[in-house]
């Protein structure tokens, strides 16, 4: 929880207060642009990707700084949100954020040294905050109801772990002698990120199912739900797509594509389900929609199965596919702009106030 010595320190001014309380996971900003920018490459439109590019770079940027000034001046404040069951795995947004940053760099600025040094950086941040975060939330004494600490962010850690081996793999034919260990590393990734899928969608089902539902629990980060597996079929492509020359992955490629099929399936069949309860929340039960860091959550998941469609339909060589990330892009660039929108006046708001 946050400290309340932190926050007190702040309230003179809403700005300040607004940095005290920001949001771990508000790397999603640059996770939902970056991909977005990503499938702007794919579908042709490459002013608008680097357009998205630089303001990546921007916003990574200020994130960082900002996360950096609030840890000197409200670490109470950061250490609360990184211990809490329900705020810390927001913070895998920043290991998302750095490789699919890179990502940006691999392949619209072609720029592979900064690439790779962001996937060193991204697996970093994975390590440690994977062990730490987990590790709290296991050896602590007292721990929330479960309906209470679950949410679909939790399924963030699984887009890290994702994120790490799609640059990866992008990176693998670089590194030269190098590759096959490259690219089993990024397997591990892959399978383990399954694997962690897995786990915290059977409690999320189960939340969905067995425990009450009021329309604010079912935040924009339910998103994740899909964007988990988007992620995960991104991935899996990506596999398959170096696969050729390798002892191991040449070996695996009937079971990658299998599996990249399965993940996929799962998060289409996610969408409709998704869609339904977002009516049910905004419409039905009249829930206010309004800007909210949590939002970009919601455009990540849309920009990844726009990529993720668009790179299967073409490495896995299935034309009858093409409608999907021709459609799936407009609508993930148009809830971007509004989202985008949304921060703006946010932020003009926080500074006419402080």
């Known amino acids: 929880m946050r400290s309340t010595t932190d926050l007190s320190d702040a309230s003179n001014s809403p700005f ?12 999603a900003l640059v996770m939902a642009t970056g991909i977005v920018s ?6 042709g439109y490459s002013s608008v990707a680097w357009t998205l590019l630089c303001i990546n770079v921007a916003a990574y940027s200020i994130l960082w700084a900002l996360n950096i000034f609030r840890a000197l001046a409200y670490p109470s404040s950061l250490l609360g949100d990184l211990l809490n069951h329900r705020q ?31 996937w060193w950086l991204g697996g970093a941040l994975w390590f440690v905050l994977t062990y730490t975060i987990f590790t709290s939330n296991v050896i602590r004494e007292t721990k929330p109801p479960l309906a209470e ?32 260990e490259t690219l089993f590393f990024a397997l591990t990734m892959w399978l383990g990120g399954g694997m962690l899928y897995i786990w915290i969608i059977s409690l999320i089902f189960y939340r969905y199912a067995f425990l009450p539902m009021s329309a604010s629990d079912l935040s924009p980060p339910y998103w994740i739900n899909m964007g988990a597996m988007a992620i995960s079929t991104l991935a899996g492509v990506n596999l398959v797509a170096a696969a050729d020359g390798t002892v191991l992955l040449s070996e695996l490629v009937p079971f990658l594509k299998g599996f990249t099929l399965f993940f996929w399936a799962t998060a289409t069949w996610w969408i409709p389900m998704l869609v339904t309860l977002g009516v049910w929340r905004h419409i039905y039960r009249r829930y206010p929609l309004a800007y909210d860091p949590q939002y970009w959550g919601l455009v990540f998941p849309l920009g990844m199965y726009t990529t993720c469609t668009y790179r299967m339909m073409t490495v896995f060589d299935l034309p009858f596919l093409k409608l ?31």
């Open 16 to 27: 300040k207060r607004s940095i005290a309380k920001l949001s771990p996971a508000y790397f």
């Open 38 to 43: 990503i499938a702007s490459q794919a579908m």
């Open 88 to 118: 810390g795995v927001g913070f895998f947004t920043a290991v998302a954020a750095t490789c699919v940053l890179g990502s940006q760099f691999q392949l619209i600025a072609e720029l592979r040294s900064v690439a790779v040094l962001l």
């Open 149 to 180: 600490a679950l949410h679909g962010g939790w399924l963030i850690s699984v887009v890290a772990t994702q994120s790490v081996s799609v640059l990866g793999a992008l990176l693998a034919e670089g590194f030269g002698v190098y590759r096959e």
């Open 324 to 354: 999907i990330p021709s459609g799936f892009y407009w609508i993930a660039l148009t809830v971007w702009c509004i989202t985008f929108v949304g921060m703006l006046r946010r932020i003009i708001s926080l500074t006419r106030s402080s």
